[in-house]
T-cell receptor
Framework: DAGVIQSPRHEVTEMGQEVTLRCKPI?????LFWYRQTMMRGLELLIY????????DSGMPEDRFSAKMPNASFSTLKIQPSEPRDSAVYFC????????????FGSGTQLSVL | GENVEQHPSTLSVQEGDSAVIKCTYS??????FPWYKQELGKRPQLIID?????GEKKDQRIAVTLNKTAKHFSLHITETQPEDSAVYFC???????????FGAGTILRVKS
């Protein structure tokens, strides 16, 4: 298995533009998580899904952020409109319920909003 | 909600020495405590975890201890090597581990 796959690896955009981050979890994993990492706030959980259903989105900072999981192999995190303070590394992670709590992280998307 | 504090923020040790990183948590219902290692520019990876029914767990040069009464847990790395240099994150959650709250991280530098 190639692990959790995220795209793009780097995204540079201008303030006000829409940004879409993509994630493909490990096949067979029941849970998918979106995290944001910044120097100031560390690793923050934004939202997580169980069997494609959003369970907890209390970490989503604002209505500008939205996430979807249309099927078991794909999820998106969208920011519209983007702002400079959204600049961060966004990680997607997945895990299998039957295998315990170990999270497998993707390589992350480095987002820079100018 | 849960709050996890981690100390120190940076730690420098000489190769071969031991390194200890400490975390405290606030939610007494938390019972799952993993440690993740993140090398520069890479993804976090689980290195060891412990549950509240266990006081200590070891895996080669790495050990984690848990004191539920005091609500703190620690990571111990013995015989440190340059490849141990990374950022280490502790985390805590209730059963199921879905709402992991991470500490701020410790930058460990092992000098050769």
């Amino acid at each position: 298995d190639a692990g959790v796959i995220q795209s793009p690896r780097h995204e540079v955009t201008e303030m006000g533009q829409e940004v879409t981050l993509r994630c493909k979890p490990i096949s067979g994993h029941d849970y998918l998580f979106w995290y944001r990492q910044t120097m100031m706030r560390g690793l923050e959980l934004l939202i997580y899904f169980n069997n494609n259903v959003p369970i907890d989105d209390s970490g989503m900072p604002e209505d500008r952020f939205s996430a979807k999981m249309p099927n078991a192999s794909f999820s998106t995190l969208k920011i519209q409109p983007s702002e400079p303070r959204d600049s961060a590394v966004y990680f997607c992670a997945s895990r299998a319920d039957r295998a315990g709590e170990k999270l497998f992280f993707g390589s992350g998307t480095q987002l820079s909003v100018l | 909600g849960e709050n996890v504090e981690q100390h120190p923020s940076t730690l420098s040790v000489q190769e071969g020495d031991s390194a200890v990183i400490k975390c405290t948590y606030s939610d007494s219902a938390s019972n799952y405590f993993p440690w993740y290692k993140q090398e520069l520019g890479k993804r976090p990876q689980l290195i060891i975890d412990i549950r509240s029914n266990v006081g200590e767990k070891k895996d080669q040069r790495i050990a984690v201890t848990l004191n539920k009464t005091a609500k703190h847990f620690s990571l111990h790395i013995t015989e440190t090597q340059p490849e141990d240099s990374a950022v280490y994150f502790c985390a805590a959650s209730r059963v199921g581990g879905n709402k992991l709250v991470f500490g701020a991280g410790t930058i460990l530098r092992v000098k050769s």
